[in-house]
């Protein structure tokens, strides 16, 4: 049947491209879904995380289920991100809407909410009395971290956004594709990670601030860094035989929702894909320092080889004089 008829009688070619464009606009409704899916669980997790605040204040209130449900919001959160610009892709639905909804959905969940839930979990419920000389300098010097971390991650998205097929400084193998540094949800699944690792029990020693302040610094400099790291697009999930993808897939899920080593496999595969980039960055660095070692080497070895070969043939002219064109008469 023509494309213009339908039920036996014909359809006015304005209309038959109306009834397409609102086929389409359905389309973009699905990858919608999930963007939407991840701004609430982040909104969720802000909720929660202002709730720990106000538990902090009770004197038999508990902060650290809030916490803990606050950094499971923004684990789950995570597929979330990974699956609406897949099935954009898949459903041929890509829009420039959906990936500036996608930017600010990120901007709140992984960039908002781990920015908080740093400052709350690691500097809020310090000791004042335990150390007065050392604790008000780090709420200072943290509060800054925390803001710095949430600055790089949205520079990271807007750059993102404007950059087209960009390459990393230490560029991977021929047709793979990477990330220019840290993603921001990798970022900020680490952080809520760390936090759920601890269920969610709010930090209370100084000496453990400077190290999460330390690892909240290290992820806001790999946002913006030119770093590559693995996008895993080249997983390919339409193979008619993924047997072993599959089987490794099934070995993570399993993995990630076992109550007993869960918390332990979140944080080691943030650990793992943060090292990961700083490992690829130094790997590369020693690669190319090794190369230009070599190059000086051989330049040298043959400087000495013409040095020995002309200090051999003392009757013969030098062959740099003969280029130079100066000629003895």
Avoid at 2 to 30: E, I, K, T, Y
Avoid at 210 to 238: C, D, H, P, Q, Y
Wanted: hydrophobic residues 50%; positive net charge.
């Amino acid at each position: 049947m023509s494309p213009h008829r339908q039920w036996g009688r014909a359809m006015d070619p304005a209309q038959a491209r109306l009834r397409a464009a609102g086929r389409r606009r359905g389309m973009f409704l699905l990858p919608s879904l999930f963007t939407s899916a991840g701004i609430g669980l982040g909104f969720y997790a802000i909720t929660q995380i202002f709730d720990a605040v106000t538990a902090g204040l009770t004197p038999y209130a508990d902060p650290s289920v809030h916490l803990d449900h606050a950094a499971i919001a923004i684990c789950f959160a995570i597929p979330f991100d990974a699956l609406d610009g897949r099935i954009a892709r898949m459903t041929n639905t890509v829009s420039d809407f959906g990936r500036e909804l996608d930017s600010l959905a990120d901007s709140i969940t992984f960039g908002m909410a781990p920015a908080l839930l740093a400052w709350i979990w690691g500097l809020h419920f310090l000791d004042l009395g335990a150390n007065p000389n050392i604790v008000p300098h780090l709420l200072q010097i943290g509060t800054f971290i925390c803001f710095l971390y949430l600055l790089c991650g949205v520079s990271r998205l807007a750059r993102f956004n404007i950059s087209h097929d960009p390459e990393p400084e230490n560029p991977g193998r021929k047709g793979a594709k990477y990330f220019v540094g840290m993603p921001i949800p990798a970022a900020a699944g680490l952080v809520a990670s760390t936090v759920h690792l601890f269920y969610g029990i709010p930090n209370s020693y100084w000496w453990l601030a400077i190290v999460w302040l330390v690892l909240v610094a290290t992820l806001a400099f790999l946002m913006v860094s030119k770093w590559r790291f693995w996008s895993g697009k080249e997983i390919n999930l339409g193979n008619r035989q993924p047997f072993q993808l599959l089987a490794v897939i099934a070995i993570v899920l399993f993995l990630l929702l076992w109550p007993t080593v869960s918390r332990a496999t979140w944080f080691l595969i943030g650990l793992v894909y943060m090292f990961s980039g700083i490992w690829a960055r130094a790997a590369y660095s020693w690669q190319r320092r090794r190369r230009l070692f070599r190059r000086d080497e051989e330049i040298r070895h043959r400087e000495l080889q013409f040095e020995a070969e002309a200090a051999s043939e003392p009757g013969e002219p030098d062959a740099r004089t003969n280029q130079t064109g100066n000629h003895e008469l």
